[in-house]
Antibody
Framework: QVQLQESGPGLVKPSQTLSLTCTVS??????????WSWIRQHPGKGLEWIGY???????YYNPSLKSRVTISVDTSKNQFSLKLSSVTAADTAVYYC?????????????WGQGTLVTVSS | EIVLTQSPGTLSLSPGERATLSCRAS???????LAWYQQKPGQAPRLLIY???SRATGIPDRFSGSGSGTDFTLTISRLEPEDFAVYYC?????????FGQGTKVEIK
């Protein structure tokens, strides 16, 4: 059974960089076949896809966030990470990591429990 | 970007009743790329339906999905107490994923 777990600071100051890590267990990122994604949910709102990374390091980001997002992978630790720069209060959200099949159909089959990140001074 | 609009925003029903949730896309979506998720308070979304009509592993057969093109439907044939939650549709297109704004199914 694949499990994903987010970790990182729950409070970030405005203009700083939000950094989160997702640790994968029960499956290997380097085995391929899946994109490893970040998704966020603003309080009481819907879901917004942020971006994904493949085990090879190739990435794709939501165009609306692309200028501020970096996703990286560490296959030796079976982890992938999110960095979101120049944060504002609008980036306050629950951040989820999730796995998505890299072949049709493309759906998110495993999710982390989510971690709330608050942007405030 | 394809926008998904879900309706209604809130559905008030009693256990045992049938729930019909709608997801309309701003442009045609391949059925292969349409999925539905259930989210309960404080939990991550759970995959229910993929490929518009295929149930995910372990999902009861009271959940069914249908539709094509721009109109998709999630039906819960008889609501169980554990089905009261928020439901999201999701599509994939142009290397990006988007979600609908959600439909809340609440106890009447």
């Amino acid at each position: 059974q694949v499990q994903l777990q987010e970790s990182g600071p729950g409070l970030v100051k405005p203009s700083q960089t939000l950094s989160l890590t997702c640790t994968v267990s029960g499956g290997s990122i380097s085995s391929g076949g899946y994109y490893w994604s970040w998704i966020r949910q603003h309080p009481g709102k819907g879901l917004e896809w942020i971006g994904y990374i493949y085990y090879s390091g190739s990435t794709y980001y939501n165009p609306s966030l692309k200028s501020r997002v970096t996703i990286s992978v560490d296959t030796s630790k079976n982890q992938f990470s999110l960095k979101l720069s120049s944060v504002t209060a609008a980036d306050t959200a629950v951040y989820y990591c999730a796995r998505v099949r890299a072949t049709v159909p493309l759906y998110f089959d495993y999710w982390g429990q989510g971690t709330l990140v608050t942007v405030s001074s | 970007e394809i926008v998904l609009t879900q309706s209604p925003g809130t559905l008030s029903l009693s256990p045992g009743e049938r729930a019909t949730l709608s997801c309309r896309a701003s442009q045609s979506v391949s059925s292969s790329y349409l999925a539905w998720y259930q989210q309960k308070p404080g939990q991550a979304p759970r995959l229910l339906i993929y490929g518009a009509s295929s149930r995910a592993t372990g999902i009861p057969d009271r959940f069914s999905g249908s539709g094509s093109g721009t109109d998709f439907t999630l039906t819960i044939s008889r609501l169980e107490p554990e089905d009261f939650a928020v439901y999201y549709c999701q599509q994939y297109g142009s290397s990006s994923w988007t979600f609908g704004q959600g439909t809340k199914v609440e106890i009447k």
